[in-house]
């Protein structure tokens, strides 16, 4: 369970009161690859992986990498016995994902000797979290992702002969001049996604600023300044740079800087930390700590990713032992929420292979939290007084083992002001995963502002956080407060998607006959009306603005109506 401290608002530089782990991959030769490398890792978990916790630096590996085959057509997925163990027994393992579990792979590895596991991933993008699968509970050394790319250089520079010596683990104390950030120390924006009806000008929306630096290293070092920049595209809009601080080995100061704002929001905006002293850091990447945010229609304190208009999990998470239900929350209050409507939620929920989602069940919640407390510090905080104004019942209709999904309220509702509100999803059974994601952390906004951000419940206990302190990739579709009460589509056989989309709709129409299809505008009006008799009909709205529009199908099997969001 997460920990909280209070601290004054005045304080200009304090001790931070977390350990300074900093989990790494590393290449240390050759130079040609020297740097640090994006990654995931196992997490020692009861009934989960039986690895070691990485964050202790005595558990740092630092050794030879080798490549690990499995002397089959697929050579090094390493679904079978390692053909070339003498290769790997004392080395870190380099294998790929694919075929088989992250378990089955690295306990084939730790059988032949190898230190450590490194696997590349098998497609484009970050590294993903690793389930333990059905016997991660065997496994007993460090496993760790790459990305394919990055995989792709350490694969061409062992086929060349080149010998790759890596770091994986804490690096504290390992660079002499080392200093950099960690996500928990990071100041971030309310919220990743934040709805733009509630963003109007700068007294309704702005952020404080600012990020624990820490000197990993073993010289203490002065002249450390902090500098943040937020940009949208182009020049920057905000820039700051701190006065320099001093900071001993293996401490870590909080530098402040001014509060952003701007007169006007929209779309995309990317806020970029960067910390760095009079000298040579010798373990550069993660002196930079890129966050993107944005204004729309959501409300998310995930990332977002663009392409496939979702937020970004990169995990599914379950407590530990559960005690019943698992309930995921996210935590929201504005001053003007009474603008805008909760309509939805984008949901994620995941179970380890062979097990599927097909026929499980979720309840998405919307809780006003009427408990009456002034921040987390006050002796009054509590889960008392909780209130559901909106439920909706979800059966997962897909034959997966990960589940993405919006999901439309049964009963939207318009949000009220200063209202503190729980947006919840449910899972009834102990093997269901509900999506976090682990690149951003939201301890430090919680140490500054006093207010949590993602609670849970496990069974009839809640909690602020988990470990490590992932945070919910729940996200709130939220719409004008005027469009509530626009019906859903009642009748299961219609349906459109995507929704929302750029502006085309395709709409299954399968055993409905002649359908006249109707579109309006938030205002009324109608902006498109057209007659269907195919089972798929496309339905082109780019040439119209951004925004909520009404659909109705009329045919001779009945009636229905529903929303369409163009974005």
Known sequence: MKKWIPVAAACIVFTYAKTNAQVTVDVLEPAALEGDYQHTWAEPAANSWATPDMNDAANTVVDTVALALDGTASDSLCCAAIANAAAINGKIALLYRGTCDYSEKALFCQNAGAVAVVVINNIPGNPVGMGAGAIGTQVTIPVFQITQADGALWRAALDNGTTMVALLGNKNGFYADDIGFQPEGMLLPPGLSYPALLAGDASEYNFQVGAWVFNFGQNDRTGVTLTA???????????????????????????????????????????????????????????????????????????????????????????????????????????????????????????????????????????????????????????????????????????????????????????????????????????????????????????????????????????????????????????????????????????????????????????????????????????????????????????????????????????????????
């Open 229 to 567: 920049t937020v940009s949208q595209g182009g020049p920057a809009l905000y820039t700051q740079t701190s006065s320099p601080v001093d900071i001993a080995a293996g401490d870590t100061v909080f530098i402040p800087l001014p509060d952003f704002s701007l007169n006007n929001y929209s779309g995309g905006y990317q806020l970029l930390y960067t910390t760095s002293f009079a000298g040579t850091d010798q373990h550069f990447g993660d002196n930079e700590y890129p966050v993107n945010f944005r204004m729309g229609s959501e409300y998310a304190l995930a990332p977002w990713d663009d392409a496939n208009n979702w937020p970004i999990s990169t995990t599914g998470i379950q407590p530990a032992a559960p005690a019943g239900n698992f309930t995921s929350c996210i935590h929201f209050q504005d001053a003007n929420a009474s603008r805008i409507g909760a309509a939805g939620f984008h949901v994620y929920a995941t179970k380890n292979l062979p097990g599927t989602m097909l026929g499980e069940l979720l309840t998405l919640t919307v809780y006003e939290w009427d408990e009456v407390f002034t921040g987390l510090s006050d002796p009054n905080f509590g889960f008392n007084v909780i209130t559901p104004v909106s439920e909706t019942e979800h059966t997962v209709t897909q034959d997966t083992n990960v589940y993405r999904n919006y999901v439309a309220l049964n009963d939207p509702i318009v949000l009220t002001d200063d209202m503190r509100y729980l947006f919840c999803v449910t899972a009834f059974t102990s093997t269901i995963f509900l999506g976090y994601n682990e690149d951003f952390d939201y301890n430090t906004n919680e140490v500054i502002y006093d207010q949590p951000t993602s609670p849970n419940q496990n069974g009839s206990n809640w909690f602020i956080g988990f470990v490590g302190d992932p945070v919910s990739t729940i996200a709130v579709r939220t719409v004008p407060a005027a469009s509530i009460g626009i019906a859903e589509v009642p009748n299961a056989t219609v349906a459109a998607y995507p929704n929302p989309s750029s502006g085309l709709f395709s709409l299954e129409l399968e055993g409905q006959g002649t359908t006249e299809i109707t579109v309006s505008d938030a205002t009324g009006r109608v902006v498109l009306k057209q007659q269907a008799t195919s089972a798929l009909h496309i339905l082109d709205l780019r040439d119209q603005a951004p925004g909520l529009y009404a659909i109705e199908l009329r045919s001779a099997k009945g009636r229905a109506s529903g929303r369409l969001l163009v974005e």
